[in-house]
Nanobody
Framework: QVQLQESGPGLVKPSQTLSLTCTVSGDSVKSDYYYWSWIRQPPGKGLEWIGYMAYSGSTYYSPFLKKRASISRDPAKNQFTLQLNSVSPADAAVYYC??????????????????????WGQGTQVIVSS
């Protein structure tokens, strides 16, 4: 059973970089056919996919966030990390890490639904304020 745990600052100032880490247990971030995603939910809105890192190390991002988002991994710590540059109050949300095991890469059009991923972290609240 894969378990995910997000960690990071709950408060970020506008224009700064948000950095969140997802610690994985139960399997390796390099295990075949896993896709490791970051997803967020702004207040009153649906689940928005940010991007994922595939088991191969390839990364894919939402076209709306690809200029500001970066996902990396640390296999030694079994973690993957999201960096989001130049944050604004519009980036305030609950941020989730999620994992899917599939021979087919996930495709996201519109809001994410919870059944699209096999495993979810509990989420971490991020506030953007000076």
């Amino acid at each position: 059973q894969v378990q995910l745990q997000e960690s990071g600052p709950g408060l970020v100032k506008p224009s700064q970089t948000l950095s969140l880490t997802c610690t994985v247990s139960g399997d390796s971030v390099k295990s075949d056919y896993y896709y490791w995603s970051w997803i967020r939910q702004p207040p009153g809105k649906g689940l928005e996919w940010i991007g994922y890192m595939a088991y191969s190390g390839s990364t894919y991002y939402s076209p709306f966030l690809k200029k500001r988002a970066s996902i990396s991994r640390d296999p030694a710590k079994n973690q993957f990390t999201l960096q989001l540059n130049s944050v604004s109050p519009a980036d305030a949300a609950v941020y989730y890490c999620a994992a899917k095991k599939s021979e087919v890469a996930p495709i996201h059009i519109g809001d994410v639904t919870t059944d699209e991923y096999d495993y979810w972290g509990q989420g971490t609240q991020v506030i953007v304020s000076s």
